[in-house]
């Protein structure tokens, strides 16, 4: 069973700044390429950022490009979302996600975490 679980969530300014993180119970880590997807009420799960396995390539949706940044640690079996220059429309419900290649679609992937939330107050 793969267990995904997302932490780092909160409140913060606009303008301010959170780290995500996941951490992922999936044996072969190494070999999934993880994504970050956010979801506000009413919405559908919309991409954010995805990192191939070995950490090599990086993808961003553009409203976020420059401001956030994706990394993962193989060994720690961990992916990490550092968010910069938060604004409020960034208020979503935070959720990780592994595919064995990166797309952005939700609907391609099978697993995902809880959540986590962030809101950004103006």
């Known amino acids: 069973q793969v267990y995904l679980g997302e932490s780092g969530g909160g409140l913060v300014q606009a303008g301010g700044s959170l780290a995500l993180s996941c951490a992922a119970s999936l044996q072969t880590f190494s070999t999934y390429a993880m994504a970050w997807f956010r979801q506000t009420p009413g919405e559908e799960r919309e991409f954010v950022a995805a990192?191939?396995?070995?950490?090599?390539?990086?993808f961003y949706a553009d409203s976020v490009k420059g401001r956030f940044t994706i990394s993962r640690d193989n060994g720690k079996k961990t992916v990490n979302l550092q968010m910069n220059t938060l604004k409020p429309e960034d208020t979503a419900v935070y959720y990780c996600?592994?595919?064995?290649?990166?797309?952005?679609?939700?609907?391609?992937?099978?697993?995902w975490g809880q959540g986590t939330q962030v809101t950004v107050s103006s």
């Open positions: 990192i191939s396995s070995s950490g090599g390539h990086t």
């Open positions: 996600t592994a595919r064995v290649s990166a797309t952005p679609r939700a609907r391609d992937y099978n697993y």
